[in-house]
């Protein structure tokens, strides 16, 4: 059984395997991280990477071998890791166009959120079939991967597909998590609101705002409205203000 300790030899380059590791097994690296790792850092055999895997396990790796589209590794120490924080975090995000979900989900990741429920809204301009739903929830969790790597957490966030509003809602009716809606003009605050114990589901609109019949359902719900004073505040500033 390995011992998991703090090194200070952790490399500054980490990568997301997207499998289950164990320490002294081979690892195997293709693609673009392979090229990532030989042409652009163009690192050499017994060069050190840190690689963390999708149970938020953290390893540091020693390179065997570097080929064209292969990187031949070997798993030598467990890390200890401590970048989550003991809040656990959900931001339901109201789809918004362009790049501002992307970066929403980057800068929350970064934050330590612990899910992004992204969800369609009445007046979400953004419109997602089947098949483009699927292709946003794998490039959002591509940025959240990034942003991991980046950051040092060692645990992606939970991304979800996207939903409507109602539909998410439903999951909420009689829960014990503390959930608040950022709404302009409420009369709540951040600073009156009880401290969560340990969950917290904070809810945000897309541009347009929130229909009347989606506060409403909202408050059903239990989302507690909640402002940030005189100021509007775009959609992905609003969500990483609340966090």
């Not at 030989?38 to 071998?65: C, H, M, N, Q």
């Not at 996207?162 to 605050?189: F, M």
């Not at 969560?196 to 589901?201: F, G, H, V, W």
């Amino acid at each position: 059984m390995s011992t998991i300790r703090m090194t200070q030899l952790m490399s500054k380059t980490r990568l997301f395997v997207d499998e289950t590791l164990d320490v002294d097994s081979p690892l195997s690296l293709h693609g673009d991280q392979a090229k990532y790792l030989g042409r652009v850092l163009r690192l050499r055999p017994d060069d050190r990477i840190t690689v963390f895997d999708v149970s938020g396990d953290e390893y540091l790796a020693t390179i065997k071998t570097i080929r064209k589209d292969t990187v031949e590794a070997c798993l030598v120490e467990r890390l200890a890791t401590n970048a989550e924080s003991p809040l656990q975090v959900t931001l339901i995000q109201g789809i918004s166009r362009g790049d501002r979900m992307d970066f929403a989900v980057q800068k929350a990741t970064e934050l330590g959120v612990t899910r992004i429920c992204p969800v369609l809204t009445e007046y979400s301009v953004v419109k997602l079939d089947g098949k483009r739903a699927e292709k946003k929830k794998t490039h959002w969790r591509n940025i959240a991967i990034s942003a991991c790597e980046q950051s040092g957490r060692s645990r992606l966030p939970q991304i979800d597909a996207p939903r409507s509003l109602g539909d998410l809602l439903a999951e909420y009716h009689n829960a014990s998590t503390t959930r608040i809606v950022l709404q302009p003009g409420a009369g709540g605050s951040m600073r009156n609101l009880e401290l969560p114990n340990d969950e917290i589901a904070i809810l945000v609109g897309p541009e347009g705002g929130f229909s009347d019949t989606e506060v409403d359902n909202a408050a059903v719900a239990g989302f507690a409205p909640i402002g940030f004073g005189p100021r509007i505040l775009r959609t992905e500033t609003a969500a990483l203000a609340a966090i």
